[in-house]
């Protein structure tokens, strides 16, 4: 994870400008990170950059989903298809 050192805050920090840091979020849309004993424990966002972030997600796995179909389908053969008709017949529905 490549980490702008100018965005990183310590907790007594945040807890000190909380309210600076969130405006500065919303201008300028880049993260903030928190450190904790030396290591970053945790990524603030702004609303528009977790929103396209979520986008960006949902998007994935849209696409991990179509090709799981697509793999799937390779092996599909509609000779073996039965009808709901049979299905309704076989199982008393």
Same mark, same amino acid.
């Given at each position: 994870?490549?980490?702008?050192?100018?965005?990183?805050?310590?907790? +007594? %920090?945040?807890? @000190?400008?909380?309210?600076?840091?969130?405006?500065? !979020? /919303?201008?300028? *849309?880049?993260?903030?990170?928190?450190?904790?004993?030396?290591?970053?424990?945790?990524?603030?966002?702004? +609303? %528009?950059?977790? @929103?396209?972030?979520?986008?960006?997600?949902?998007? !994935? /796995?849209?696409? *991990?989903?179509?090709?799981?179909?697509?793999?799937?389908?390779?092996?599909?053969?509609?000779?073996?298809?039965?009808?709901?008709? @049979?299905?309704?017949?076989?199982?008393?529905?």
């Amino acid at each position: 994870m490549l980490v702008d050192t100018d965005r990183i805050v310590g907790i +007594a %920090e945040l807890q @000190k400008n909380l309210p600076r840091i969130i405006r500065q !979020l /919303e201008k300028e *849309e880049k993260p903030v990170f928190v450190s904790r004993r030396n290591n970053i424990s945790a990524v603030i966002l702004s +609303a %528009e950059e977790y @929103k396209k972030i979520s986008e960006l997600l949902n998007l !994935l /796995e849209d696409m *991990e989903i179509a090709d799981q179909i697509r793999e799937r389908m390779k092996n599909y053969n509609p000779e073996k298809n039965v009808s709901w008709e @049979k299905v309704k017949e076989k199982y008393g529905l």
